[in-house]
C-alpha cells in the first residue's frame, strides 16, 4: 500500500482545503519514506505549495520530474541524502535545510548554493554573501581559466566529424579538469564540477548549430569503439590528514596522466613470479619469459618481487583497435549441470586504462602489482541507480574506488608502508539515529601488516580496523549468508572468520572471533558454494585443495580440514613441480566449480556435488570432472580467474596481458562428455597503449580479474601498475 496518497497530503498539509492545489504548508517528516514512496505525479499537483517538510525519512535524494514551482522552504534533515543535484529543479527555493546528512560534504553544499539561484539560506545560515562569491566571483575565475586552456592548447577540427569534436571535447574537459586548481583542497571536487561544466558548456558554444547538433546526436558506439587511454583522474576527500604525521589517510591526489611503458625491443619482458615459501618451480624456463628469482623475504611476505629494470616513460597515444582470437566447438549430447544461458557471445571493447596506485603518486611508477579486484554490489536493486559501475582495487600501500564508466578514481584509501593483497565487499547493518537500521556498502582490505582495514566509502570514511593474523593476509572473503561474517586466510596457513556484527551511528563495532581453520600452506583463494555457504569452505591453498566444515557449535577452537580435493594434474608431479598450487577458484554455477593449478595450462571444470557426494568420509576426494578448458602455457604463477554465473562466463588472464574467455553455452557443454579439452571462446588480445613515436606497451601479466554480473564491465589488474576496464558493446 502506497505510504503517500491525497488522503495523506490533505490530513498533512495545511490549511485545510478541498483541492491539492490550494495547499500551502505539508509535514511529511519522520514516516520513514524512501525515494520509491514519493509518488512524483501526485505531489506535482501541489502547484502552491510554499514550505515542505521531509525530515527524518530515508530519502537519498529528491525525485526525478518532481515541479514545486513555488517551494520556497524546504527541510530535508536527517536523511540519507547522496546526490544534491536532484535539488535543481525546485528553482524557487529560498531556505534549504540538509542538516544531519551523513554523506553530504562541503562540496555538496557549494554545489546546491550553485544549483539554486535563489537561496538565500541554508541549514539556517545567511549565505547571502558567500552565494554571490560561489555563483559569480568563483564562476568568473574559473571560466577565465578554462578558456585560457581551450586557446592556449586546443582548436576545432579542419574538416569536422562528429567522431572528431566528440574527441577534441573530450581532451579538452579532461584537461581542464586536470589543470585548474583553485581554492581550498576540501573544494576540490565541486571545483572540478563546476570546471567540467564550463569547460563543456564553452566548448558547445563555439560549434556551429549544425555540428552542434549532430555532436549530440552522434550514437555511443562511436565512443565505444575506441581504445580510451585516459588520464588518472583522481579524486579528492573531504578532510585534510598530513602523511607525514597519520599512519593512514584518505588520499588528496594530485591527479596525474597515466603513462606507460615500453620495454627495450631487443629484450624479453622480465616476469615476476616470486613464489611463497616452498612452492617448487620448473629449473628450465622458456627464454621468452625468464622468472625472477623464487625466493621469499620472510619479514615482508609478499606474493611477488618486483621488476628492478628501468622503465622509459613517455607520452601516450591510443593504438588501433585490437583484434582477437576466436575458437568453435563441435556439438555433442548436451548435460544439464549448467543452466542455459545465451548462445550468443558478449562483445567486450577497451575503455580505459590507469596507473592509480603509484608509490607517492610517482607517474614513473611500473613496478606496483596489483592484486585484487572487486565490483560493489547494488544496495537495492528496485531503486536503480548505478548498477556494478564502481570497482575496488588493491596494490601496494593504496586502495581504489574506481568508476567503471568514466574511468575516474572516486576515492583513493592510503596506508604508507602497507602493501594491500585482498579486498572483499559486504552490505552491514548501520543503525542510524532513532534506531532505524540501514544497509550499508563496506569494503574490506588487507596486506602484509595483517590488519583488516574496514572502509565506508560513501561517507569518505575509515572507519576501523581490526587484527587477524600475525603475519600476512593474502585473502579475504565475507560469507553471502551471514553478511557480517568475514574469512581472512593469512601466510601462517590458517584461515580465521570473525563477525564484525553491526554498525552504530558513531561508527563502533564489535569484531569476534569464530572459528580457526588449519590449513597445510598459505590461503590463496576462498569459495563459499552457493548451494551451502552456511556449511561449507573451499581454500585454494599453495598445496592443494581443502574443503572445511563451518558450521558453528560448540567447538569453535581450531578445525581442520574436511577433506582435500584432488586433480587429475597432480599424476604430472616430477622433481621440480607437484602442480598442487590451485591459483585459481571460482563458482560458475550453484555446483560447478573453475580452478586451475599452477602450469597446468588449463582449467578445471568439476561438479561439487558429485565430489562431496562421493567423500563418504574419506580423507582425500578426486574432484569430479566435468570439463577442461583450454588455457595458455606459462611458469606465471597466481594469475587468478573469475566467473560471472548469471552470463555462464569464465575469464582468466595470462602473462602476455590477453584475457581468456570462456561462454558455457549448449554447445560448449555438448563437449563435455568427449573428453577433449575444450578451446577458449575468445581471447581478448592485450590494449597495446603506444607511445608517440614509439611502438605498443608489451603484455604484462594479469593478476586479477572481475566482471559485473552484468556483465557490462570486465576489470583485469596487471603486474605493472595498470587497470584496464573493458566495456561491453551492442
Known amino acids: 500500500m502506497a505510504k503517500i496518497t491525497a488522503d495523506v497530503l490533505f490530513e498533512k498539509g495545511t490549511p485545510r482545503v478541498a483541492q491539492l492545489q490550494q495547499i500551502k504548508s505539508l509535514n511529511l517528516s519522520r514516516l520513514g519514506l524512501k525515494n520509491k514512496d514519493l509518488p512524483v505525479h501526485l505531489l506535482s499537483k501541489l502547484t502552491s505549495l510554499e514550505e515542505l517538510d521531509l525530515s527524518g525519512n530515508l530519502l537519498q535524494h529528491m525525485p526525478a520530474g518532481l515541479c514545486l514551482p513555488s517551494l520556497r522552504r524546504l527541510d530535508c534533515s536527517d536523511n540519507d541524502m547522496e546526490d544534491v543535484t536532484s535539488f535543481q529543479s525546485l528553482t524557487a527555493l ?66 569536422p566529424t562528429a567522431e572528431s569534436l566528440a574527441k577534441v571535447e573530450k581532451n579538452f574537459i579532461n584537461d581542464a579538469c586536470l589543470r585548474v586548481k583553485y581554492g581550498p583542497s576540501s573544494l576540490s571536487l565541486y571545483t572540478k564540477w563546476r570546471v567540467e561544466m564550463i569547460a563543456r558548456e564553452h566548448f558547445q558554444s563555439l560549434i556551429p548549430t549544425k555540428k552542434k547538433d549532430s555532436t549530440q546526436d552522434m550514437p555511443s558506439a562511436t565512443k565505444e569503439n575506441e581504445i580510451t587511454l585516459t588520464p588518472v583522474k583522481r579524486q579528492m576527500t573531504e578532510e585534510a590528514e598530513d602523511d607525514d604525521d597519520d599512519d593512514e589517510v584518505l588520499i588528496r591526489c594530485t591527479p596525474k596522466r597515466a603513462r606507460f611503458v615500453v620495454d627495450t625491443p631487443t629484450k624479453a619482458s622480465p616476469r615476476k613470479s616470486t613464489r611463497i615459501q616452498n612452492t617448487p618451480q620448473k629449473a628450465d624456463k622458456p627464454p621468452a619469459a625468464p622468472l625472477r628469482s623464487t625466493e621469499r623475504d620472510s619479514a615482508t611476505p609478499t606474493k611477488r618481487q618486483r621488476a628492478t629494470q628501468k622503465e622509459s616513460v613517455k607520452p601516450i597515444t591510443p593504438q588501433k583497435k585490437q583484434t582477437r582470437t576466436h575458437s568453435r566447438t563441435e556439438t555433442d549430447t548436451p548435460q544439464k549441470t549448467i543452466k542455459t544461458v545465451s548462445e550468443d557471445p558478449v562483445s567486450l571493447q577497451p575503455l580505459h586504462v590507469l596507473q592509480c596506485h603509484s608509490k607517492q603518486d610517482d607517474p614513473s611508477d611500473f613496478k606496483t602489482q596489483l592484486w585484487a579486484c572487486a565490483f560493489e554490489p547494488a544496495a537495492d536493486h528496485t531503486e536503480g541507480g548505478n548498477w556494478e559501475r564502481t570497482v575496488a582495487t588493491c596494490g601496494g600501500e593504496s586502495v581504489c574506488l574506481i568508476d567503471c564508466e568514466m574511468g575516474t578514481v572516486l576515492k583513493k584509501y592510503k596506508v604508507p608502508g602497507e602493501e594491500f593483497f585482498s579486498l572483499a565487499w559486504s552490505s552491514l547493518l548501520m543503525t542510524v539515529e532513532g534506531g532505524v537500521a540501514r544497509p550499508c556498502s563496506i569494503l574490506a582490505a588487507a596486506g602484509k601488516r595483517g590488519m583488516v582495514k574496514l572502509i565506508h566509502p560513501m561517507a569518505n570514511l575509515a572507519f576501523g580496523e581490526f587484527r587477524a593474523s600475525r603475519r600476512a593476509v593474502s585473502i579475504l572473503r565475507f560469507s553471502p549468508c551471514q553478511k557480517s561474517y568475514l574469512f581472512a586466510g593469512s601466510y601462517d596457513n590458517k584461515i580465521s572468520m570473525w563477525d564484525i556484527g553491526g554498525i552504530d551511528c558513531d561508527y563502533n563495532f564489535k569484531v569476534s572471533q569464530l572459528l580457526m581453520l588449519e590449513t597445510t600452506s598459505t590461503p590463496l583463494h576462498l569459495a563459499l558454494p552457493p548451494s551451502s555457504a552456511d556449511k561449507h569452505l573451499i581454500a585454494a591453498c599453495d598445496d592443494g585443495l581443502l574443503c572445511f566444515n563451518i558450521q558453528l557449535g560448540a567447538n569453535t577452537q581450531k578445525r581442520t580440514m574436511q577433506m582435500e580435493i584432488t586433480f587429475p594434474v597432480y599424476e604430472k608431479r616430477d622433481k621440480t613441480n607437484n602442480y598442487r598450487t590451485i591459483d585459481g577458484l571460482c563458482f560458475l554455477s550453484d555446483d560447478v566449480v573453475a580452478s586451475k593449478s599452477h602450469m597446468q595450462g588449463s582449467i578445471y571444470l568439476w561438479s561439487w556435488s558429485q565430489t562431496l557426494a562421493s567423500s563418504s568420509g574419506r580423507n582425500t576426494v578426486p574432484a569430479k570432472i566435468l570439463a577442461e578448458l583450454q588455457w595458455c602455457n606459462t611458469e606465471i604463477p597466481y594469475l587468478s580467474l573469475n566467473t560471472c554465473p548469471s552470463h555462464g562466463y569464465a575469464v582468466c588472464g595470462d602473462d602476455k596481458g590477453r584475457l581468456w574467455t570462456y561462454h558455457m553455452t549448449e554447445r560448449m557443454k555438448a563437449n563435455f562428455k568427449s573428453g577433449k579439452t575444450i578451446p577458449t571462446t575468445e581471447v581478448l588480445e592485450w590494449p597495446s597503449p603506444v607511445r608517440d613515436g614509439l611502438g605498443p606497451v608489451e603484455g604484462p601479466s594479469i593478476n586479477s580479474v572481475v566482471m559485473s554480473q552484468d556483465l557490462r564491465y570486465l576489470v583485469a589488474l596487471s603486474d605493472k601498475n595498470m587497470v584496464v576496464v573493458w566495456k561491453k558493446v551492442s
Open 94 to 159: 529560498e531556505e534549504l535545510n540538509l542538516e544531519d546528512n551523513m554523506y553530504l560534504t562541503l562540496n555538496d553544499q557549494h554545489k546546491a548554493i550553485f544549483l539554486l539561484p535563489k537561496l538565500r539560506v541554508f541549514n539556517g545560515k545567511d549565505i547571502g554573501s558567500m552565494a554571490n562569491h560561489i555563483r559569480h566571483v568563483t564562476s568568473g575565475i574559473l571560466r577565465k581559466r578554462v578558456v585560457e586552456i581551450w586557446e592556449g592548447s586546443f582548436k576545432l577540427p579542419n574538416s
